[in-house]
C-alpha cells in the first residue's frame, strides 16, 4: 500500500548530496550488503535533528492488517530497535494507535498491529525508539492491507462500481461479490455479459422453452419438464 506514496522525513541526512531521500523507503528496493546500495535505497534523518521522523501519505484511505520494515543491511542495524510506529485516522472519530517495534537488532521487522486498526488510515508516522541513536534509518516501509472504499465502490482509487445482487458490497481489490452478480454480469469481478453473448443466452432460453412447451402436449411430464428449464434457465442466465 506504501509503494509510491509520498514520503516526508524530518531532516535530510547531510553526506553525499541528493541521496538518503524520505522516498527511497517507499521505491520497492531493498539494500545489499554495501553502503553505495543503502545511500540510495534508503532515507535516513540528519544527526543534528533532535526529534527525527519518517512518515507516509496515502492518497485513498487504507484499511492496513500489517507492517515490514527493512533495515540497513551492512552496518548500523542498531539504530532501528524499539521505533514507535503510529497510525493516524482519516478524522477526528478514532485516536492514534502508536506500537512499538522490538528492541533486538534485526534485519527486517514485522508488525502485526494488536488489537487490530479497526479505522481506515490516512499516514503512517515512525520515530526513533528509546535507544539513544542519532539516527533514523529506514530502508524500505512495506504496508499490507487494502484501499477504504465507501459502499459499492472497489479499486485502487475506488474508481469502480460493484455490480453484486441487491446493490450488496464487493471485494475491494477485486469487485468479486460473495451475494453473486446481479443479472446481467458475470465472471470472478461480476463484469458486464457482452451484448452478443446476452442475445444468445436469451435465444437459446427461448428455444428451448419453445421445445418443452411442444413436448409437454404429449407427455403427462410436461409440468415437471418446464420446472426443470426454468432452474436451468435461471442458473445459466444470471451466473453465466
Not at 69 to 94: A, G, H, W
Not at 101 to 108: A, F, H, L
Amino acid at each position: 500500500m506504501a509503494l509510491k506514496q509520498r514520503a516526508e522525513q524530518s531532516s535530510q541526512f547531510e553526506y553525499d548530496d541528493g541521496q538518503w531521500l524520505a522516498e527511497y523507503a517507499v521505491d520497492g528496493r531493498i539494500p545489499n550488503d554495501t553502503l553505495r546500495s543503502s545511500r540510495s535505497t534508503c532515507s535516513q534523518i540528519s544527526v543534528r535533528d533532535k526529534s527525527p521522523w519518517w512518515k507516509v501519505s496515502f492518497t485513498q484511505p487504507v484499511e492496513i492488517t500489517r507492517f515490514i520494515i527493512e533495515n540497513r543491511r551492512q552496518c548500523c542495524q542498531e539504530r532501528l530497535k524499539n521505533f514507535s510506529l503510529t497510525v493516524y485516522p482519516v478524522n477526528d472519530s478514532y485516536k492514534p494507535i502508536t506500537y512499538r517495534g522490538s528492541d533486538k537488532v534485526k534485519t527486517t521487522y514485522s508488525v502485526v498491529p494488536s488489537p487490530r486498526i479497526s479505522f481506515p488510515v490516512r499516514q503512517v508516522k515512525i520515530t526513533e525508539g528509546f535507544n539513544n541513536e542519532k539516527f533514523l534509518t529506514l530502508c524500505e516501509v512495506f504496508i499490507f492491507g487494502e484501499t477504504h472504499c465507501l459502499k459499492n465502490r472497489y479499486g485502487l482509487r475506488c474508481e469502480r462500481e460493484c455490480n453484486c445482487v441487491n446493490q450488496t458490497s464487493c471485494f475491494v481489490h477485486s469487485g468479486g461479490c460473495p451475494s453473486g452478480c446481479a443479472p446481467g454480469y458475470t465472471g470472478l469481478d461480476c463484469s458486464e455479459v457482452p451484448v452478443g453473448k446476452m442475445f444468445f443466452l436469451n435465444t437459446l432460453a427461448i428455444s428451448e422453452m419453445a421445445a418443452l412447451t411442444a413436448l409437454s402436449k404429449v407427455t403427462p411430464r410436461g409440468t415437471l419438464a418446464s420446472q426443470q428449464l426454468q432452474h436451468t434457465e435461471t442458473k445459466g442466465f444470471v451466473r453465466q
